[in-house]
């Protein structure tokens, strides 16, 4: 029959202790080094430990992660680029470009990411924007784009510059947003690069040691000048869980140290749970005897949460009303997940499949109520008529007399 019921759903159909607390060992702000540093699961996003996040450093040479996956981005990695005149003069690190050398935009950017090459950087730049200043406008505009609000990048390197600053959280979120692209991730976890360029020929070693010192390592860059000291952004995967962290301010050997054990505090005092995937069926409603409606989520959702202690977690369902018809795509109620009684996540369910689940007596009904309509649109059409036929035979006989 023809549905005019609302469906309204808030049923608790998951409910989960996550038990068995174990023994954490706590991290404070003392034991980092680092002005500035921060730790997120790269899932997630979360942020699970900090010290002045969002303190305005110098970032050095991990300016140049925003380069890289501007230049990735653009489409234009296999296109070949002209050095200029700027390049070969720029100071520190260098492969020793040469004005005139012919070199492709990934080598650049390989060259920038692992060696730290300061040169291929600013080629980068000029052959993406023709000069640094056009550059530094899109790096502001991509990081403010990913979240970065409280950085501002004047120059592709990272060398000393007046107003070019980041913050730990800013380049954590650069640097989880560049993960998500694969050429990036097989850049930054490379430990070597065979170049030819014109003027050197040599096995460049990638500057993260973590990539050969800690275990699950995958990437990402470090940095280092007189005013900004050391700065590193590294990530590391283990039992499929996954952490960057970003470190600015540091000296010395002392940068590893506090990268590798805010990298330990993660992987020993977190756990990141999937609460909702995209390509998985949550729930299915039987919308009449030959039809079932299957709801997936509109997108994955994971969370953090410490290993220690009990949490309750409860999953709530609630479906907006339905229609006769439904078309596969179509947002049909959210997913909402609490931790604690705390909203920690909501997600749209959307129609798997479509749906039409008119019956012949619907029908019979929807077209009684059309022929009714029709009944009633004729006996109005027959009345005009009549009216029109009884007006011109009036205005006959008046003519008549």
Request: net charge neutral; glycine share 6%; charged share 20%.
């Amino acid at each position: 029959m023809l549905r005019r019921w609302f469906l309204m759903v808030l049923c608790f159909f998951m409910l989960i202790l996550l038990a068995n607390p174990v023994q954490t060992q706590a991290l404070s702000q003392s034991q980092i080094d680092g002005k500035g540093a921060v730790l997120i699961d790269e899932i997630t996003g979360q942020v699970l430990f900090d010290k002045n996040k969002d303190q305005k450093l110098p970032p050095a040479s991990i300016t140049k992660i925003l380069t890289a996956i501007i230049a990735i981005e653009s489409g234009k990695l296999d296109q070949t680029v002209m050095i200029g005149t700027n390049p070969p003069r720029i100071e520190g690190t260098r492969v020793y470009l040469e004005e005139g050398e012919e070199i492709k935009l990934r080598d650049l950017v390989k060259a920038s990411l692992i060696h730290s090459a300061n040169d291929a950087a600013l080629a980068i730049a000029e052959y993406l924007a023709e000069s640094q200043e056009e550059f530094a406008v899109s790096m502001n505009s991509k990081a403010k784009e990913i979240g970065a609000i409280n950085s501002n990048f004047v120059n592709s390197h990272g060398l000393t510059a007046d107003n070019h600053y980041t913050t730990a959280y800013d380049i954590a979120l650069i640097a989880r947003y560049a993960m998500k692209n694969d050429e990036f991730r097989d850049i930054v976890k490379a430990k070597v690069l065979d170049w030819t360029g014109k003027a050197w020929q040599t096995r460049l070693i990638n500057k993260n040691d973590l990539l050969w010192s800690y275990d699950g390592a995958t990437g990402i860059k470090t940095g280092y000048t007189s005013e900004a000291k050391c700065t590193i952004v590294a990530s590391a995967t283990r039992d499929n869980k996954s952490y960057i962290v970003a470190v600015l301010g540091s000296v010395g050997t002392n940068t590893w140290k506090d990268a590798k054990n805010i990298l330990d505090y993660g992987f020993d005092n977190f756990q990141t749970i999937q609460l909702a995937s995209s390509s998985e069926i949550v729930a299915t409603v039987n919308v009449d005897g030959d039809n079932k409606l299957n709801l997936v989520p509109n997108k994955n959702l994971a969370i953090s949460l410490p290993l220690e202690g009990n949490q309750k977690m409860e999953t709530k369902v609630v479906l907006d009303p339905l229609q006769s018809s439904i078309s596969k795509g179509e947002i049909l109620g959210k997913m909402v997940f609490v931790v604690d009684d705390i909203e920690v996540g909501c997600v749209d369910l959307i129609a798997n499949n479509n749906i039409n689940s008119w019956k012949i007596f619907d029908t019979i009904i929807y077209l009684v109520a059309i022929l009714y309509f029709l009944q009633i649109v004729w006996r109005i059409f027959k009345l005009h008529r009549r009216k029109r036929k009884n007006s011109f035979s009036f205005g006959n006989y008046s003519s008549k007399y």
